[in-house]
């Protein structure tokens, strides 16, 4: 247990209990922290939360989504650092504001979840004995996506005299990797302008203007004021407006660099004159409408961690999801650091989209256009290695970048090398992924015109690629997937990963379904598509391969083998890394290549894969693989705990999903202050809404049905939630005694949801005391 901590989750109270976030105490080598959980956005944008103050290791961080660019040829595109524009410095009775100096008599710096705004409260003591009242308060508008506002008050225990540089400086860079020309500030390789603007207010008593001199740098301009006089306990307000645009924003249509300015300057301008609090009700207005009164969920627990828990998950899916802009999608880490590079993974489609699709189904839409929009990549990726159809790149960036996973990693311990990333040669799982997400959403959400411009096409794409990915094995007579990776990373070169196999089988499956589908109900829409991806061809591909591809089948004592050669392998006593505090302790031991012989998981692959297709293994089976593998999984991957709890709960062990629940909202959330340095867990934060509704819940859709079969853990008394259901939206609750489910408008279409195992037929409302499952 970790009791070395600076966080503090309990600082609530009344309106606001279960929604701050705090942390007590100042310490620089525990910044990383704070930087990324408290970190500020608005899927536009987002800003890591340092301090206004510079301190060493620090990482001053903003990121535009969507924006990437290229340093050099031998690099991969990533998410370019844009400016700091939340620096301030101040030197208070001539003595720089510095917290590693003098004394801090007070500090607590408060996340409030609900309105998204972070606030810094200080009381200093300089090093001459002087003593300073300090707040800094700031938010990245909701409203408004492209303002910064912040607020800082001074208020001296003496007369005293500030002095305060502040600007923006465009000197970032991305662990020194510089993406901007000189000049305008234009990336390098994609040309894509940035425009930032900050102005300056000033009050005492009223508002006033300090003296000041502008000086400028390369890629640096800022403010110095000096002079200004407070007396003691008088209070001195600063607010600074800060505002972000980019040609590459979606809604601005302007011609020119020079216009995208003059636009941006008006903003400016606007926002200053409307102040800090109208910005701010407004922010908190459209903090509400998108996320807190559309998908409330309220957890009644022993431990109201809970409650703050699946707030906090959900205050940082809308800080990271770019809602506005169907060319972009998650990054592995939000907008919160440079972690995985602002890259989209497979985390988006199994972890993060359920959420989406069954509270939010327009984002969910609009991050599933994303993948169709990217396909020429995926066509081209298919193609340079000699297969067919839309093989979507493990890692993903800009729409026609096809793959940018990079090719070097970590060092190895053994050789001192890089050690070669091979996810995006041969981690091809998340085309699958992609096809899985898109019939997941159709089901769930009912959208019959998503699935005739893109969804049909997805699926069967993606199916045209894997019927060019197997490979036929004479001595078995069998088509096979060999040389992959699957979702447990410690194995790489593996042949017939179960995960893989199941899911391309899956995806033909469906394909065929999909092509006799349209030709029969559909001939227009079959025409088209035939013209574009040779349906005809492609189906009798797919019939002929559907029944040869081998399915790793469960042996007679439950276990399915993750791939041909997991449960031969070397098994050694895993307890000292079970037991870590922090992931991947066992590269100090082994390295890559070692731990491939050794039988050890990253993170869950046959248990995902008993997740999402369900139907087709047995309790029996589901029990047999989790006691097997679980032992052998170091979740060193985030994406691992919550669908072992979400499976902890469909085993009907309640008490082992909650534990579970609660280790993954500890991933950012908890104790350590080492775990989110390079950012918050996107996938993880996912799948901690899925561990409370599809787990906690037992929401669930199969083959286009839903089901639902809460089952609360000890600790909770109740569970409250909604969801929709092809259009409509179902508000659940449940407690330890009974469920009910009510149609928010009730209505002569009798709905069927199956609970508890049972078909229900719903018009408005269904009670139903609770059974095991
Ligand atoms: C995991 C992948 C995941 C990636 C980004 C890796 O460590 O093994 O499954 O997609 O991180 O989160």
Known sequence: MVTNTLMNYTTGREDLQHWLVSEDGFRPEWLGKGESVFSLGNGYMGLRSVTEEHYANETRNLFVAGTFNKFAENEVTELPNAADLLWMEFKLDGVRFDLTQ??????????????????????????????????????????????????????????????????????????????????????????IDFV?????????????????????????????????????????????????????????????????????????RKIESEGYDYLLDRHVQAWDELVWSRTPITIKSKDMFDQLAIRFAQYHLAVMTPKHD?????????????????????????FILPYYTYTNPTIARSLLEYRYLSLPGAHRKAKENGYEGAMFPWESAWLDDGEVTPIWGAADI????ATKIWSGFIEQHITSDVAFAAWQYYHVTGDQEFMDNYGYELLIDTAKFWASRLEWNETYDRYEINQVVGPDEYKEHVNNNAFTNYTAHWNIQKAIEYVELLRIEKPNLFQQLNEKLDLETAETRFRHVLDLIYLPQVREDGVLPQDDTYLQKQIIDLSKYKNQENVGSMFYDYNLEQVNEIQVSKQADVMILMYLLEDLFSADVKRANWEYYEPKTLHDSSLSLSTHSVLASDLG?????????????????????????????????????????????????????????????????????????????????????????????????????????????????????????
């Open 326 to 350: 169907n060319r972009m999608n998650i990054g592995a880490k939000g907008l919160s650091g440079e972690g995985y590079k602002g890259h989209t993974f497979w985390d988006t489609e199994i």
């Open 414 to 417: 053994v050789t001192g090398e």
């Open 653 to 773: 062990n309640r008490e082992l999903a909650y534990s579970l629940f609660r280790r993954a909202s500890e991933i950012d959330l908890g104790p350590n202050m080492k775990t989110s340095d390079a950012g918050i867990h996107a996938a993880s934060l996912g799948g901690i809404w899925q561990a409370v509704v599809n787990g906690f819940g037992g929401v669930r859709m199969t083959s286009g049905n839903l089901r639902i079969s809460p089952m609360l853990p000890e600790a909770w008394d109740e569970l409250t939630f909604s969801i929709n259901w092809k259009g409509e939206t179902l508000d659940i609750y449940a407690s330890h005694d009974k469920v009910v489910l009510t149609r928010r408008a009730p209505s002569t279409e009798p709905l069927t949801v199956e609970i508890y195992g049972e078909k229900q037929t719903i018009t408005d409302t269904f009670t139903s005391e609770v059974l095991s499952v």
């Open 102 to 191: 003098g004394n801090i008599l007070s500090y607590r710096r408060t996340l409030n979840l609900k309105e998204a705004e972070l606030v810094r409260k200080i009381t200093w003591q300089s090093p001459n004995g002087n003593v300073y009242d300090l707040t800094f308060r700031r938010f990245v508008s909701m409203d408004n996506l492209h303002v910064i506002a912040q607020r800082v008050t001074i208020t001296p225990k003496q007369n005293s005299v500030l002095s305060l540089t502040s600007g923006i400086n465009g000197q970032t860079t991305n662990s020194g990797v510089q993406h901007f020309l000189e000049g305008n500030k234009t990336t390098t390789e994609s040309g």
């Open 196 to 268: 930032f603007h900050s102005v300056h207010r000033f009050y005492r008593r009223e508002s006033m203007n300090p003296t000041s001199i502008i000086k400028m740098d390369r890629r640096q301009i800022f403010f110095d004021y000096s002079d200004i006089e407070i007396p003691a306990n008088e209070v001195f307000t600063i607010e600074k407006y800060s505002t972000v645009f980019t040609s590459r924003d979606h809604e601005v249509t302007v011609d020119s660099t020079e216009e995208l300015a003059d636009l941006a300057l008006d903003v400016t």
